[in-house]
């Protein structure tokens, strides 16, 4: 595998060369891809091992996230706008926090494709259906007791848990905060051509993230973190810590809040910091306090 990623790599370079970059950025971007290949194809040893018994000791942490790198997955930017805690996380994300903000290009691409243009429909639809459902069990909830008691709570969690659907405004609110995002996120797009073999040798031995996912778009969103952040270090930032904002609990990224421990030794290996995966309530909860 190593000679066919050595020869994509190459192709890549002729690619860069091609596109008329400066030398310098050509010869910084492809020490970076050049790393995250040989890192990926384990020609650099990962801390595997040290990420496994971190992730079992599942030790609390108390995380300062002022010079944290904070990255943002398509499932908390479609909830964000609409979350309880949504001033409080707008304001630390746009003027708070000083270190860096990455929206994956990968996440921007599966917001629009999965999310957000289907959020009008789905919100009307799914509104009309949750209303004329609950009138039913609340009629029948006076007679039949606690069996529709347990199918009206779990209505109403529903409601809580998926309360972006029943807002006609989402699109705008999220657009809204999309504008304040982009003052200070950056967008990073890892070069697709360099990865797309390792892509699909990852998912045959399921590596993650994404392994139980038909395509490859959390490994894309995976590849567009750490290109983007390790080019920022590059460029001499210093963060002393990645969090991946999701609410992605699949074991292909995460089991019970604890990432993945191969992408904790990937991302050591990578950047030399620690990587956790918050979802969006804990992270709402640290800025909040």
Known sequence: MSTLLNLLVKIWQKLLAKSGMTSGASQNADEIIGRMIAVFDRQIEIPALEALISALKASPDATNLADTAIAIDANAVLRIPQHRKSS??????????AGPIILPGQVIQEYWNNQLAAVDTVSKGMQKKFE???????????????????ISAGLDAFKNDNSELFHPDTVHKTITFL????????VPYAPRMAFHQIAEHRKRVKT????RDVGDGDFYVWVDVL???????KAGATPSKLILVTNDGK??????????????AEAKALLE?????????????SVAN
Do not use: N
């Not at 004329?132 to 347990?150: H, L, M, P, S």
């Not at 504008?179 to 950056?186: C, P, Q, R, S, V």
């Not at 993650?208 to 392994?211: C, D, L, Q, S």
């Not at 074991?251 to 904790?264: M, S």
């Open 88 to 97: 409080d996380i707008v304001d630390y994300l746009s003027i708070q926090h």
């Open 132 to 150: 004329a459902f609950k009138t039913e069990v609340a009629r029948y909830d006076q007679t039949q007791g606690e069996a529709f008691e347990k």
């Open 251 to 264: 074991i292909d990224w995460c089991r019970e809040g604890e990432a993945h421990p191969v992408l904790c």
């Open 227 to 233: 290109f983007g952040l390790l080019t920022m270090i």
């Open 273 to 285: 910091v620690d990587f956790e995966i918050w979802t969006l309530d804990k992270f709402a909860d």
């Open 179 to 186: 504008e304040t995002l982009a003052e200070k996120a950056t």
């Open 208 to 211: 993650p993230p994404g392994f």
